[in-house]
């Protein structure tokens, strides 16, 4: 039997592997789905990163600066309509990072959900419902953000929100109806008689790819929640200190006529904004890379590949996954050259789950084809 | 099903509908409306200042640092819930491969779970009393996921019992 052939056969019968990864079964649309939904938002990250984020973080610096000058040219006027500027590109940013973080959120979900498929007891065509639900939903709401700062208040009825963020309420509406659902189809297998209970190929896999990334991916988690702690810990409430001191010093500066200490206020607060994002991203990344190892390492026996080729993309994830909050952090540090390492890291995460989707994508062919589907 | 798998799977599936049920009320309810008036807030801050208003000025920026305060700490707790949730459910479908007897993975699993519910619920408690109290609930919290991380990590390690 070939390596291919031993990868496609693993765990349970072929019968029962088929049935379970029948095309447009709920797994299936949950698998490909999820894993569709976390690379468009790291796709969707990366370009946030590269082109919107720094020209954004200084175009903010730069309406910092006209407020500042206003208020020691003792021009109100002036100085609100640099906030209205500084609050539209908060929202830009806001948005872009709330859209990029709500769909990879969904696709580890919609991964989750996948797994539990066998254990949740309803008939298959109310499953499959319940899977495109949820695709719409996790779909609509970070397409709903993403245009909230474009659509704005226009037509809204409303006071405070705007259509775009209705349509994206309601598909996170939807996603948390599915998740209900499939939590009453859990209880209701576990309710259920013993004769009727399944067991899972994807959860009896033990290659040697399922256990680097499960214990790979629980190491991540681990060293982000530390760094988490310590950065709470140590530097949140004085960050949060610093951040008033120096707003109330470039307005107090400036008023006085002070100008070159109102303007270092204005850097100093550039830097601590810098420093607070850096570490909420490396800390943010590092458990979600650790989570997404995890989720990965149960679908090892879907992934269509050598198992030559299966352990060079979770040896290439499990990099980029260290590789991009390492250099994210050292951003303070190292600056541009820190930043384009951190790119390339995310990169590396990007290439190998698109390499796992392909294998994913090879074995719904071989299984269809054995088949007889067209 | 072992029960150190339930706690986690069952646990973990109510601690993130929970954080998304928080969050489409506090998206719907109170964002908006913070984000707006932090916004505003700090608008004024700098426009009294322009008007050599200094008294008023320093209120308002001290209206602005504490509505985001508070604003950081509700989506902290929102978001830490919906994560360790699902941390939670997927550690539970690789419990039985923690190296362990059942009565010790039990004891991870319940540091796991309890964890995950008390350290948000003290970030979020820091948004009504800014003393110590809170702060300790979170560090408590954050202690027993930890606790619970690591052991599950060597569990790992270790493989099957």
């Known amino acids: 039997m070939s390596t291919r052939e031993r990868a496609i056969g693993s765990g349970a019968s072929a019968a029962q592997t088929s049935e379970r990864f029948a095309p447009f079964s709920a797994r299936r649309i949950f698998v490909i789905g999820g894993v569709g939904l976390i690379l468009c938002g790291m796709i969707l990250g990366d370009i946030f990163a590269a082109f919107i984020l720094h020209p954004n973080a200084n175009r903010i610096g730069e309406n910092l600066l006209t407020a500042t000058r206003a208020v020691a040219s003792h021009d109100p006027q002036a100085a609100g309509a640099a906030f209205q500027n500084i609050g539209g590109l908060l929202e830009n940013r806001g948005t872009k990072v ?12 919609a991964l989750l959900a996948a797994l539990l498929q066998p254990y949740v007891a309803f008939p298959e065509s109310a499953k499959r419902f319940l899977a495109k639900l949820f695709l719409l939903g996790a779909i609509l709401l970070p397409v709903g953000v993403f245009l909230i700062h474009y659509v704005g208040m226009a037509g809204s009825p409303f006071a ?5 963020s209705v349509f994206g309420d309601f598909g996170g509406f939807l996603v948390w109806v599915v998740c209900l659902c499939e939590l009453a189809g859990l209880t209701k297998y576990f309710r259920a008689r013993p004769a009727i209970r399944v067991s899972d190929e994807l959860l009896s896999h033990r290659s040697w790819a399922t256990r680097t990334l499960l214990s790979g991916g629980t190491l991540l988690v681990l060293i982000g929640f530390l760094h988490g702690s310590y950065y709470a810990g140590a530097h949140l409430f004085r960050y949060e200190a610093r951040d008033s001191e120096l707003l109330s010093a470039m307005t107090t ?7 070159a200490a109102a303007l270092q206020a204005v850097a100093d607060y550039g830097q601590l904004q810098g420093a607070k994002a850096l570490n909420v991203a490396a800390h ?24 030559k080729w299966r352990r060079i993309w979770v040896v290439v994830l499990l990099i980029g996954s260290l590789a991009l909050p390492v250099f994210v952090l050292l951003e303070l540090q190292w600056d541009l050259l820190a930043g384009g390492l951190a790119d390339v890291g995310g990169l590396l995460v990007i290439i190998a789950l698109f390499a796992m989707l392909v294998g994913i994508w090879r074995y719904t062919g071989k299984l269809d084809s054995s088949a007889g589907v067209a | 099903m072992t029960f150190s798998r339930k706690l986690l799977i069952f646990g973990g599936l109510a601690l993130a509908i929970w954080g998304m049920g928080y969050g489409i009320w506090y998206a719907v309810f109170i964002e908006h409306q913070t984000l707006d008036g932090i916004g505003s807030a700090l608008a004024t801050g700098f426009m009294r200042a322009a008007e050599n208003r200094r008294v008023e000025s320093q209120a308002a920026l001290a209206d602005a640092a504490s509505r985001s305060f508070v604003y950081v700490r509700q989506v902290d707790a929102h978001g830490h819930w919906i994560g360790l949730g699902l941390l939670l459910v997927i550690l539970g479908i690789a419990f039985d491969r923690v190296g362990f007897g059942e009565r010790i993975r039990t004891y991870l699993a319940m540091a796991l779970l309890s964890g995950s519910v008390v350290f948000p619920l003290g970030v979020l408690l820091e948004t009504w009393n800014r003393g110590v ?14 606790l619970g991380l690591s052991g599950t990590a060597l569990g790992f390690a270790r493989g099957s019992s």
Do not use: N
């Not at chain 1, 405070?160 to 775009?164: E, L, M, T």
């Not at chain 1, 500066?253 to 100008?259: E, F, K």
């Not at chain 1, 943010?284 to 198992?307: M, N």
């Not at chain 2, 109290?133 to 930890?146: F, K, Y």
């Open chain 1, 98 to 109: 709330d859209a990029h973080s709500h769909m990879i959120g969904f696709g580890y979900i």
């Open chain 1, 160 to 164: 405070a929100i705007g259509w775009a």
């Open chain 1, 253 to 259: 500066q400036a008023a006085a006529g002070d100008s």
């Open chain 1, 284 to 307: 943010a990344h590092v458990i979600e890379f650790g989570v997404l190892a995890i989720l990965l390492a149960f679908f090892q026996p879907y992934v269509f590949l050598s198992e």
């Open chain 2, 133 to 146: 109290g809170p702060q300790a609930v979170a560090i408590m919290g954050s202690a027993l996921v930890i």
